[in-house]
């Protein structure tokens, strides 16, 4: 006959997910903003009203922002 197993007993088991490294993490979160701030740049050159160059600007701002508490790209 199976043994029973309970759901505590299970879940002991079978334990969270390994973390990912801090360093890999950053690296690819620094890499996530580089993107965005690409992405935003590109749409700043299109012609738009004033008031969206303003939230792309904040937007902008934000992501550089991030990077730099980051420290992205040492």
């Known amino acids: 006959s199976r043994p029973a197993f309970t759901a505590a007993a299970r879940a002991v088991e079978v334990g969270p997910p390994a973390p990912l490294n801090a360093a890999s993490n950053k690296a690819r979160h620094c890499k996530d903003l580089d993107e965005r701030i690409a992405a935003l740049d590109d749409y700043a050159r299109q012609p738009l009203q004033a ?3 303003d939230a792309i600007r904040r937007d902008r701002k934000k992501a550089r922002d991030e990077q730099f508490g980051l420290r992205c790209g040492r």
Do not use: A, K, L, R
């Open 51 to 53: 008031y969206e160059q």
